[in-house]
């Protein structure tokens, strides 16, 4: 008896039949979601595959008299629909993750130009230094030693050191202040 009123549906239903298709719709379209959901082991996306298996059946509807099976043919498009989505989805998550890569290679070039380029902009600035306040700028930051330290080395007192550094800072963070945010200023904080 199904398998009558399915050619029937098939023969009404190439012929454009409106109610032989929303009938086919109603008898099938529960089974085919829960078949979807099953392959994809999830309720996203289901119910737009479902309606694609129906929209396909309506576009080819003309070529449906020659099915022997009305079931088998629309699980068989039921579950090209679902290969399909489970190969764009892969396609897509490849493409997200080396996109991502790409983005981190791009970042990482990039900092590492900024990097070579912030060095030679603060060794030409230590360079033009006057010579006293080089030398507390190279003392603190290249030989780590302390203020103190520094001024017993030079002979001269702790205050005019600090001054030095300051001044050393300055002309440092005004030579690449065009090249850095405050970010990137903070990060290379261990060369200022």
């Not at 009123?5 to 086919?24: P, T």
């Not at 900092?111 to 070579?116: A, F, G, M």
Request: glycine share 4%; net charge neutral.
């Amino acid at each position: 008896m199904n398998e009558l009123s399915d050619r029937y549906l098939v023969m009404q239903l190439a012929k454009g039949g409106k109610d032989a298709y929303n009938e086919l719709f109603a008898r099938y379209y529960s089974k085919v979601r829960r078949f979807l959901a099953s392959v994809l082991f999830s309720e996203e996306g289901v119910d737009d595959l479902a309606q694609n298996v129906f929209l396909k059946i309506w576009e080819k509807r003309s070529a449906l008299t020659g099915i022997k099976s009305l079931d088998a043919y629309i699980f068989a498009i039921a579950r090209n629909e679902a290969c399909d989505y489970i190969r764009h989805n892969a396609v897509k998550k490849k493409f997200v993750d080396s996109a991502g890569d790409i983005e981190e290679y791009m970042c990482d070039l990039q900092i590492s130009y900024d990097t070579e380029k912030i060095e030679e902009i603060v060794n030409k600035c230590v360079l033009a230094m006057p010579h006293q306040r080089q030398a507390c700028y190279k003392m603190s930051r290249e030989g780590h030693l302390s203020n103190q330290e520094i001024a017993d080395n030079l002979n001269i007192s702790k205050r005019t050191v600090d001054r030095h550094i300051s001044m050393a800072l300055k002309d440092i963070k005004r030579a690449i202040g065009g090249v850095l945010s405050g970010y990137a200023l903070f990060i290379m904080s261990s060369w200022i």
